[in-house]
């Protein structure tokens, strides 16, 4: 995407629009905040802004180097003021999968840091529930990988081991060195949101997953033409 093409971005130039000087501002990971990484750059090229980043992704925090910006571990963060970031599907309540960069732990761990919390999407993200367009990424440790495993499935979930590529062999493996289970909602579809995520995060082994009920403040939902914005907000 050219310069001019990236100054022309809606969708990003919204995410970044709440960015001020001074501020610590959380990068997300993926296509669409990637989008909002090189416009975030432009504004504080353009506006002679001075802030600070956090990356949820070593991609992230590549291409952000690559553009300027001033990217700080999140080890050293305790609060983040806005975070910017993508999403995989969007439930009408607000509801969303996250995960299919593989990022969802680092990520899940700056949004709770960030006082406010911007999803960027296109409309085909869009679903009246989770699960129709991608399975629920769970991040997991090797070590207990059969137990964890049987876990998930007694809660519904369908797990299946994540790899490179399509035909691959390899293990697909998390910036934190961990596996991936792409999980097929199941019966676990049927059940309460919120109590699913709770009881996910109480089984051993896990280290974090895409299921993200309640961490949206506001959604920027792209047109199929990238023309139109429409803007959701948790009430």
């Not at 571990?73 to 309540?93: I, Q």
């Amino acid at each position: 995407m050219s310069e001019t093409t990236h100054a022309n971005d809606l969708l990003a130039t919204a995410a970044v629009e709440p960015v001020g000087h001074g501020m610590m501002v959380g990068l997300g990971t993926g296509r669409a905040a990637s989008r909002g990484i090189h416009a975030l750059a432009e504004k504080v090229r353009h506006e002679s802004l001075s802030v600070t980043c956090v990356a949820t992704s070593r991609r992230s925090a590549e291409l952000a180097i690559s553009l300027g910006l001033d990217v700080v571990p999140m080890r050293d963060v305790s609060r983040v003021d806005v975070l910017f970031d993508g999403v995989d599907e969007l439930e009408p309540g607000l509801a969303m999968t996250k995960g299919a960069g593989g990022a969802m732990t680092r990520e899940r761990i700056v949004a709770d840091a960030a006082d406010l919390r911007i999803y960027l999407m296109d409309e085909s993200k869009l679903v009246q529930h989770l699960g129709e367009r991608f399975a629920l990424p769970v991040e997991v440790l090797e070590f207990g990988l059969a137990s964890t495993s049987a876990g998930l499935e007694a809660l519904g979930l369908v797990p299946s081991m994540r790899r490179v590529g399509d035909e691959s062999k390899d293990l697909y493996l998390t910036d934190e060195g961990n596996l991936v289970l792409d999980c097929a909602y199941g019966d676990a579809a049927s059940g309460h949101l919120l109590e699913l995520s709770s009881e996910i995060d109480l089984i051993a082994g896990v280290v974090g997953h895409g299921l993200f009920v309640t961490q949206a403040d506001v959604v920027l939902i792209e047109s199929a033409d990238r023309k139109r914005l429409e803007r959701r907000e948790r009430r």
